[in-house]
């Protein structure tokens, strides 16, 4: 079993749908992150959390650390959130990255 | 500021050959770092660096050699490639040394064929 796992790893959803995507993970950790990879290959940082919620313009990320689960979620998804969102889990001696979840947004 | 730069975008290497994959950061990032993204696997650390002179092993570092002998500069060198080290390289840069601490900057990546 992967130290850190995602669901789904497809998603397809149409404009303005809420989109949730899920991370599990079975390390304990000291903070997580999530990425996401544009369709041409490139990697950004979206969030750094180490417990509750944080929020960027549509996007909201949350941490359960008792549960060891994290979620991020899209509202009013559009076309250009298309992309691999990546969970990746950090402890003091290692980074894990989940195989990530693939978005695509339709009109 | 360019913030993490990798060359080259992408590179065809026969079986045997050896090159070498350039990163630089002008961020003056403690961490630097190697990535390797293959099909259906999350992103796997080859190497890794916490400061100018220090450099560690990762996940999978046979097959690959690494320096730090600048703060902005972290080059990763294929020995001998192999069919198996085809991939998607991505180097990564951290202001904190305790990578976890703070987020990951990625360079474009580089896609790497040996045939």
């Known amino acids: 079993k992967n130290e850190v796992e995602q669901s789904p790893q497809n998603l397809t959803a149409q404009e303005g749908e809420f989109i949730t995507i899920n991370c599990s993970y079975s390390?304990?950790?000291?903070?997580l992150h999530w990425l996401q990879q544009h369709p041409g290959g490139g990697i950004v940082s979206l969030f750094m959390l180490s417990s509750g919620k944080k929020k960027h313009g549509r996007l909201i990320a949350t941490i359960n650390i008792q549960e060891k689960h994290s979620s991020l979620h899209i509202t009013a998804s559009h076309p250009r959130d298309s992309a691999v969102y990546i969970c990746e889990a950090g402890t003091a001696s290692k980074l894990t990255f989940g195989t990530g979840t693939r978005l695509q947004v339709t009109l | 500021n360019a913030g993490v730069t990798q060359t080259p975008k992408f590179q065809v290497l026969k079986t045997g050959q050896s090159m070498t994959l350039q990163c630089a950061q002008d961020?003056?990032?403690?961490?630097m770092s190697w990535y390797r993204q293959d099909p259906g696997m999350g992103l796997r650390l080859i190497h890794y660096?916490?400061?100018?002179?220090?450099?560690d092993q990762g996940e999978v570092p046979n097959g690959y050699n690494v320096s730090r002998s600048t703060t902005e500069d972290f080059p990763l060198r294929l020995l001998s490639a192999a069919p198996s080290q085809t991939s998607v390289y991505f180097c990564?840069?951290?202001?904190?040394?305790?990578?976890?601490?703070?987020?990951?900057?990625f360079g474009n990546g580089t896609r790497l064929t040996v045939t």
């Open positions: 990564a840069s951290s202001y904190s040394a305790q990578a976890y601490n703070s987020p990951l900057h």
């Open positions: 961020m003056n990032h403690e961490y």
């Open positions: 660096s916490v400061g100018a002179g220090i450099t």
């Open positions: 390390v304990g950790i000291s903070a």
